[in-house]
């Protein structure tokens, strides 16, 4: 069953630092996101992706974040300067086309800790 | 814009009773509504949604929900319930088309059951 692969599966970095977090989507789904989850509450959305750009993001997602789909295949969130509030597990995830009626496919998330 | 209630952090039943996992939701024009299940150090994994048609849906694992329009809600029921079960359940929805397919979750429901 194809699915959502992330790495790294855990990263610890040093406030100030550039994280990238990378993310292979399934591979005929158009529609891409990243979500994260603090403490292993509430999924809070960060930003959609689709058709090379980016489609709607939340008000979490500021100038330190960015997202970029390189290659047609890898998609990644980028924190430039990284602070001790963005540590949490990130989440990307996927869907197929079809007007907003596809479940969402989730990887397996990546831890972030930001020291 | 939309944003769906889950009004119990944490619902306990034992093993071979029905259970109930309630969700009541907030959009404007036809939501799109979906059950998530997240078990520990995992990502989401999808169990249904309700698009259109009729108002009881039947997903993953023998879990089913309801859609009540007038009560704005959808909860999620299964007859019997397993201790495999316990995990983490995210209601979450989908609204009208806003430059992109932003899914918002609830603050999620823990279920145990106890054998």
């Known amino acids: 069953e194809p699915e959502v692969t992330q790495t790294p599966s855990h990263q610890v970095t040093q406030m100030g630092q550039e994280v990238i977090l990378r993310c292979v989507p399934i591979?005929?789904?158009?529609?891409f996101y990243w979500y994260r989850q603090i403490l292993g509450q509430k999924v809070e959305f960060l930003v959609s992706?689709?058709?090379?750009?980016?489609?709607?993001k939340s008000e979490i997602f500021d100038d330190q974040f960015s997202v970029e789909r390189p290659d047609g295949s890898n998609f990644t969130l980028k924190i430039r300067s990284t602070k001790l509030e963005d540590s949490a597990m990130y989440f990307c995830?996927?869907?197929?086309?079809?007007?907003?009626?596809?479940?969402?496919?989730f990887g397996e998330g990546s831890r972030l800790t930001v020291l | 814009a939309q944003s769906v209630a889950q009004p119990e952090d944490q619902v306990n039943v034992a093993e071979g009773n029905p259970l109930t996992v309630k969700c009541t939701y907030s959009?404007?024009?036809?939501?799109?509504l979906f059950w998530y299940v997240q078990y520990p150090n995992r990502g989401l994994q999808f169990l249904l949604k309700?698009?259109?048609?009729?108002?009881l849906v039947k997903g993953s694992y023998g879990f089913e929900a309801e859609f009540n329009k007038s009560q704005t809600s959808f909860h999620l029921k299964k007859p019997s319930a397993l201790v495999s079960d316990s995990a983490l359940y995210f209601c979450?929805?989908?609204?009208?088309?806003?430059?992109?397919?932003?899914?918002?979750f609830g603050a999620g429901t823990r279920l145990f059951v106890k054998a």
């Open positions: 995830a996927s869907s197929e086309a079809g007007g907003g009626t596809g479940e969402l496919f």
């Open positions: 992706f689709y058709n090379n750009e980016i489609s709607e």
């Open positions: 979450a929805v989908r609204g009208p088309y806003t430059g992109g397919f932003k899914t918002i």
């Open positions: 959009v404007s024009g036809n939501p799109y």
């Open positions: 591979s005929n789904h158009l529609y």
């Open positions: 309700y698009i259109t048609g009729d108002n």
